[in-house]
Protein backbone atom coordinates (compact mmCIF):
# COMPACT_ATOMS: atom_id res chain seq x y z
CA UNK A 1 0.00 0.00 0.00
CA UNK A 2 2.88 2.40 0.92
CA UNK A 3 4.26 2.14 -3.01
CA UNK A 4 0.98 2.83 -4.42
CA UNK A 5 0.88 6.04 -2.38
CA UNK A 6 4.48 6.81 -2.92
CA UNK A 7 3.07 6.51 -6.86
CA UNK A 8 0.42 9.02 -5.82
CA UNK A 9 2.85 11.50 -4.38
CA UNK A 10 5.27 11.27 -7.32
CA UNK A 11 2.51 12.23 -9.99
CA UNK A 12 1.23 15.17 -7.82
CA UNK A 13 5.15 16.31 -7.94
CA UNK A 14 5.23 15.79 -11.48
CA UNK A 15 2.28 17.82 -12.39
CA UNK A 16 3.42 20.32 -10.10
CA UNK A 17 6.54 20.85 -11.93
CA UNK A 18 5.41 20.56 -14.98
CA UNK A 19 2.75 23.29 -14.11
CA UNK A 20 5.47 25.22 -12.95
CA UNK A 21 7.74 25.24 -16.19
CA UNK A 22 4.56 27.69 -17.91
CA UNK A 23 5.16 30.05 -15.01
CA UNK A 24 9.00 29.89 -15.05
CA UNK A 25 8.90 31.43 -18.57
CA UNK A 26 11.75 29.66 -19.86
CA UNK A 27 13.64 29.56 -16.49
CA UNK A 28 14.03 33.23 -16.39
CA UNK A 29 11.86 33.34 -12.89
CA UNK A 30 13.66 32.02 -10.12
CA UNK A 31 11.05 30.59 -7.95
CA UNK A 32 8.84 28.87 -10.07
CA UNK A 33 11.97 27.08 -11.53
CA UNK A 34 13.09 26.29 -8.50
CA UNK A 35 9.91 24.27 -8.07
CA UNK A 36 10.19 22.78 -11.28
CA UNK A 37 14.03 21.39 -10.23
CA UNK A 38 12.76 20.10 -7.16
CA UNK A 39 9.15 18.81 -8.23
CA UNK A 40 10.81 16.57 -10.71
CA UNK A 41 13.69 15.22 -8.41
CA UNK A 42 10.92 14.50 -6.11
CA UNK A 43 9.37 13.22 -8.33
CA UNK A 44 11.59 10.44 -9.94
CA UNK A 45 12.86 9.75 -6.25
CA UNK A 46 8.87 8.71 -5.48
CA UNK A 47 8.80 6.67 -8.64
CA UNK A 48 11.81 5.00 -8.12
CA UNK A 49 10.60 3.88 -4.52
CA UNK A 50 7.55 2.35 -6.07
CA UNK A 51 9.27 0.32 -8.95
CA UNK A 52 10.53 -1.83 -6.28
CA UNK A 53 6.71 -3.96 -5.86
CA UNK A 54 4.79 -1.98 -8.76
CA UNK A 55 5.59 -3.30 -12.36
CA UNK A 56 7.68 -0.18 -14.24
CA UNK A 57 4.80 -0.66 -16.98
CA UNK A 58 2.02 -0.36 -15.36
CA UNK A 59 3.82 2.50 -12.90
CA UNK A 60 4.56 4.03 -16.12
CA UNK A 61 1.39 3.96 -17.42
CA UNK A 62 -0.57 4.95 -14.43
CA UNK A 63 2.26 8.24 -14.03
CA UNK A 64 1.46 9.51 -17.23
CA UNK A 65 -2.45 8.57 -17.53
CA UNK A 66 -3.13 10.66 -14.59
CA UNK A 67 -0.28 12.98 -15.18
CA UNK A 68 -2.11 13.94 -18.70
CA UNK A 69 -5.68 14.47 -17.14
CA UNK A 70 -4.29 16.40 -14.03
CA UNK A 71 -2.13 18.64 -16.09
CA UNK A 72 -4.85 19.14 -18.60
CA UNK A 73 -7.29 20.29 -15.56
CA UNK A 74 -4.41 22.28 -13.93
CA UNK A 75 -3.98 23.89 -17.28
CA UNK A 76 -7.68 24.05 -17.66
CA UNK A 77 -8.17 26.13 -14.37
CA UNK A 78 -5.20 27.98 -13.80
CA UNK A 79 -4.23 28.99 -17.49
CA UNK A 80 -7.24 29.31 -18.96
CA UNK A 81 -6.51 26.97 -21.57
CA UNK A 82 -9.59 25.40 -23.47
CA UNK A 83 -9.90 21.34 -23.89
CA UNK A 84 -12.70 20.50 -26.64
CA UNK A 85 -14.88 17.78 -26.72
CA UNK A 86 -12.26 15.45 -28.98
CA UNK A 87 -9.54 16.23 -25.86
CA UNK A 88 -11.97 15.05 -23.06
CA UNK A 89 -12.76 11.86 -25.51
CA UNK A 90 -9.09 11.36 -25.58
CA UNK A 91 -8.57 11.92 -22.00
CA UNK A 92 -11.50 9.43 -20.96
CA UNK A 93 -9.79 6.90 -23.44
CA UNK A 94 -7.06 7.11 -21.50
CA UNK A 95 -8.77 7.26 -17.48
CA UNK A 96 -10.55 3.79 -18.93
CA UNK A 97 -7.46 2.59 -19.58
CA UNK A 98 -5.75 3.14 -16.55
CA UNK A 99 -8.93 2.07 -14.83
CA UNK A 100 -9.06 -1.48 -16.90
CA UNK A 101 -5.09 -1.40 -16.25
CA UNK A 102 -5.74 -1.47 -12.72
CA UNK A 103 -9.12 -3.40 -12.00
CA UNK A 104 -8.24 -6.24 -14.50
CA UNK A 105 -5.05 -6.54 -15.51
CA UNK A 106 -3.27 -9.51 -13.94
CA UNK A 107 -0.21 -7.57 -14.27
CA UNK A 108 -0.37 -5.57 -12.28
CA UNK A 109 1.13 -6.28 -8.64
CA UNK A 110 -1.36 -6.03 -5.59
Do not use: R
Amino acid sequence: MKNWLFLLAAIAFEVVATSSLKSSEGFTKVVPSIVVVIGYCAAFYLLSLTLKSIPVGVAYALWSGLGIVSISLVAWLFYGQKIDVWGMVGMGLIMSGVIVLNLLSKTNAH
